[in-house]
């Protein structure tokens, strides 16, 4: 299967493209900003599978050349993708008086901006060769009716809406044969977690998020859309 992943330099993203990337067949397009990091999950990878396809894209999804630079690297390497798994993300752990608009922007360039403009470029790749399954990561913080964080307000807003344009791409996608789903995580011990509650440990590791991620796209994300599901995993 050809998969695009964002997001896959640390954390969630970095195990969930290097499952993935160990499946033989596979061929998985890693994008995020640090590019030695993504080099050392490519090498990474190929030391455990030598016949393993990881292609490194550094890239700020946020920049307003996506279409220009991104675009022509991406189908570069493939006619089609199978799976899209939207992960990058920023969280932003502030009292809602203090965000200021550099804030405010960030947080929903990364989390929502850029996956529309992400998606839409890439719909011409998508529904041609079969399904298409594209996995929006959200947070139980943006899921409707959760306990709520003080802290996370923009954050959660803006998960919010992600999980919301989930469920509207899901019906207005239906007859070009993509499915769109979003998946409202819970804590996981990353840097983003650390790094916003010091000291917190969550019960879920990297790992265990990454497999769960990748049993969805390939199995129930293919079959179903519209949904914005919580892992039973806490
Ligand atoms: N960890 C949790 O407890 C938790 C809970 C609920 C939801 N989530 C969601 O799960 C996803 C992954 O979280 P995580 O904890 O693994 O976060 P993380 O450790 O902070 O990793 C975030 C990833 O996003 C990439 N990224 C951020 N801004 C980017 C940009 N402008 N362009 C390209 N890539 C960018 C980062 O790479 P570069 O810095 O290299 O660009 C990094 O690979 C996020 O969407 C997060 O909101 C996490």
Redesign the pocket.
């Known amino acids: 299967m050809n998969i695009l992943i964002?997001?896959?330099?640390?954390?969630?993203?970095?195990e969930t493209a290097k499952q993935l990337t160990l499946i033989d067949g596979n061929k998985v397009i890693a994008?995020?900003?640090?590019k030695a990091?993504l080099e050392e999950l490519r090498s990474e990878c190929k030391a455990l599978n030598g016949k393993s396809q990881l292609i490194t894209l550094p890239?700020?999804?946020?920049s307003d050349n996506i279409k220009d630079e991104l675009f022509p690297k991406i189908v570069h390497e493939v006619d089609h993708l199978d799976i899209l798994i939207n992960?990058?993300?920023?969280?932003v752990n502030k009292p809602f008086l203090e965000l200021d608009s550099e804030d405010i922007q960030k947080v929903f360039n990364?989390?929502l901006f850029?996956v529309i403009k992400l998606i839409q470029m890439l719909l011409p790749l998508m529904g041609k060769h079969g399904k298409t399954s594209i996995v929006n990561?959200g947070?139980?913080g943006g899921y409707k009716g959760s306990d709520k964080f003080t802290g996370l307000s923009i954050y959660s807003a803006s998960k919010g809406a992600l999980s919301t344009l989930s469920e509207c791409l899901a019906e207005e996608f239906k007859d070009l044969n993509i499915n769109v789903n979003c998946l409202a995580?819970?804590?996981?011990n990353?840097?983003?977690?650390h790094q916003a509650f010091p000291g917190y440990k969550?019960p879920v590791n990297?790992e265990q998020m990454a497999a769960y991620i990748v049993d969805f796209c390939q199995g129930e994300g293919m079959q179903s859309s519209g949904k914005v599901i919580v892992p039973d995993l806490w």
């Open positions: 964002t997001g896959a330099s640390r954390g969630i993203g970095r994008v995020s900003r640090n990091k890239f700020d999804l946020t992960n990058a993300g920023f969280l990364t989390n850029a990561i947070s139980i995580l819970g804590g996981v990353t840097e983003m977690l969550a990297p």
